[in-house]
């Protein structure tokens, strides 16, 4: 079974306006972490935001804010005022227990995000 | 340079030649990982080095041999691929005990194609 999934494989947003891009996750472990990662064109994955499971509030990053639910086991990312550097592919990421001090994230198969002008 | 460099950025071998993937990170982290990525697959994570110790070994085909000679710099040797392991590989760092131990830092990635 799929512990991450992305249900959008692709989103389009007029530039300026907010876009969610949605994320539930699978998981028994009380602790653990939910990642969301962009990917540009060029290849390399860039962290943008993490929350943890006992994190009372919404983690929020400039522009990009996690909308936690915990009862329903979903992770949205929310950008807000998109730009057309946001066009990539974003991945969400959940991390159970350490192994070792090692966080070894489980990844969704993505959402590529365009971003019209 | 800065941040988490690989080489090469692009790589293409025969299924019978041996070739080496090259990842260094300049952020002094302590722990680096190595990620195969294919086309309409999650991001599967490979390797896991752990000040310097591999920590992870995901069920990985012996045909890949990682090799992490300091916390600094980690390889991965290559040798009798197949076309299905065709993919970008990506490396990442992180530092383990920090403020944010899950926030991982990834290079560019090596295109490989196995022909």
């Known amino acids: 079974a799929q512990k991450i999934t992305q249900t959008q494989p692709g989103m389009f947003v007029q530039e300026k306006e907010a876009v969610t891009l949605d994320c539930t996750y699978d998981?028994?472990?009380?602790?653990?972490?939910l990642f969301w990662y962009k990917q540009p064109s060029s290849g390399e994955m860039i962290f943008l935001i993490y929350q943890g499971s006992y994190d009372q509030q919404n983690a929020t990053e400039g522009r990009y804010s996690l909308n936690f639910q915990k009862a329903r086991k979903s992770a949205n990312l929310v950008i807000s005022a998109s730009q057309l550097g946001d066009s990539a592919m974003y991945f969400c990421a959940m991390r159970e227990d350490p192994s070792g001090g090692s966080y070894i994230p489980t990844f969704g198969r993505g959402t590529s995000l365009i971003v019209h002008p | 340079e800065t941040g988490v460099t690989q080489t090469p950025r692009h790589l293409v071998m025969g299924m019978t030649n041996k070739k080496s993937l090259k990842c260094e990170q300049h952020?002094?982290?302590?722990?680096m990982y190595w990620y195969k990525q294919s086309a309409k697959k999650p991001l599967e994570l490979m390797f896991v080095y752990n000040f310097k110790e591999q920590t992870e070994n995901n069920s990985v085909p012996s045909r890949f041999s990682p090799e992490c000679p300091n916390s600094s710099h980690l390889f991965l040797h290559l040798h009798t691929l197949q076309p299905e392991d065709s993919a970008l590989y990506l490396c990442?760092?992180?530092?383990?005990?920090?403020?944010?131990?899950?926030?991982?830092?990834f290079g560019p990635g090596t295109r490989l194609t196995v022909t």
């Open positions: 952020l002094g982290h302590n722990a």
């Open positions: 990442a760092s992180s530092q383990v005990e920090s403020s944010r131990p899950y926030e991982q830092y």
């Open positions: 998981t028994s472990d009380p602790s653990y972490g």
